[in-house]
């Protein structure tokens, strides 16, 4: 028999049931606040807006956009460019133009459809090579004056591409241009920030490529532009770089896909705000509890997350309402997590307003 505990009352209280269950049990020692009383759940998280300021969901499926508007989005940013969709390697001037113009074309129904708001974000992936930038970068002072665009991005030196190498410091340089235009307009830039994947427990067959999961083929990734000890901060660095040189402030950059190998650097190194992308955490291994970790260091005022959900991608429409339940019970308080979902991608993009 284990021994009896001395702070509980014996016998327990009458119960109905037939023998005691849990509930006889229980004093205001089981479930403490801090003043040591039984806590009242925060049921205001069930209705808590919130909003994605990084996603491609004109790219899912009806439903998974549904899923959004079911869960709660009041808002959200679809970022038109990516090189995942362009069907031709390397990519040219017209290929991104098109993925600008299907999104812009489509953004006024998927908002009537599913009742969110739905702005876009507009830029040149670094992803993979394009030719003739100079001709995406004269257009896109147009595209940026659009009521729907309330973005520059994503964007961002990235160290390898798909298919065909690019020079860093090209890369830069078109990084720096658009930043350029980004201060021109008024907007923020949404900076793609290349991840430090977590280790893998078992690798895949080399034929499989980086994992089922992501539908690129993987194997087909050019070899480094940046090399050194960590090229992925290293390319984040040069992003602040060309910030400063195109005259834009800290403040009005979002680092998407922070992570642990970023996130030190960009909070005590800059004033710009983090994005912590948490629809595909079994890819880059970020989740809930690093956002968690993130605001007990630094505070919740410079801090969002975001799904990056995308066709490409086996992510999540519901990660930032499960992260809303998820950041409750790791502790975080509930105007806090409010400021993280809700009112800091709010301020910084001018949406759900």
């Known amino acids: 028999m284990p021994a009896s505990d001395p702070s509980r009352s ?57 899923r959004y508007a079911l869960s709660g989005c009041r808002s959200m940013m679809m970022v038109s460019s990516g090189y995942h969709w362009t069907p031709y390697k390397p990519v040219e001037a017209s290929d991104v133009r098109f993925l600008w113009d299907d999104a812009i074309n489509r953004r006024r129904a998927i908002e ?24 995406l970068l004269a257009a896109m002072d ?35 241009a658009q930043m350029e235009l980004a201060a021109d307009h008024d907007l923020p830039v949404l900076l793609h920030t290349p991840n430090t994947s977590s280790e893998s427990k078992r690798e895949y067959r080399d034929d499989l490529g980086v994992t089922p999961g992501y539908e690129k083929n993987a194997g087909l990734g050019a070899e480094p532009v940046l090399d050194g000890e960590n090229p992925a901060l290293e390319a984040v660095k040069r992003d602040f770089e060309a910030a400063a040189d195109a005259g834009l402030d800290e403040d009005r950059i979002v680092a998407s896909h922070a992570d642990a190998n970023n996130t030190e650097y960009l909070m005590e190194e800059t004033d710009c705000h983090l994005s912590y992308t948490i629809g595909h955490s079994w890819l880059i291994g970020v989740d809930a509890a690093d956002v968690a970790n993130a605001i007990d260091e630094y505070g919740p005022e410079r801090i969002t997350i975001d799904t990056d959900c995308a066709n490409v991608l086996r992510t999540d429409p519901y990660a930032v309402k499960r992260a809303i339940f998820e950041l409750y019970r790791y502790g975080i308080d509930v105007d806090d997590i409010r400021t993280v979902v809700y009112e800091n991608p709010r301020d910084v993009f001018g949406l759900g307003e």
Request: net charge negative; with cysteine; hydrophobic share 30%.
């Open 142 to 176: 147009d595209y940026c004056a659009l009521e729907e665009v309330v973005a520059v991005g994503e964007t961002g030196v990235t160290p390898s591409q798909h298919v065909e190498r690019w020079d860093a410091d090209e890369q830069q340089a078109v990084v720096q």
């Open 112 to 135: 009537r459809n599913h009742f969110f708001e739905a702005k876009l974000g507009l830029g040149v992936h670094t992803g993979v090579r394009i030719e003739d930038p100079d001709e």
């Open 10 to 66: 014996d016998p327990p209280a009458p119960h109905p049931t037939k023998r005691p269950t849990d509930a006889a049990y229980l004093d205001d020692r089981s479930a403490p606040d801090a003043d040591g009383a039984t806590s009242e759940l925060p049921s205001e998280l069930l209705n808590l807006p919130w909003i994605d300021p990084h996603n491609h969901a004109h790219t899912l499926s009806w439903s998974d956009r549904e």
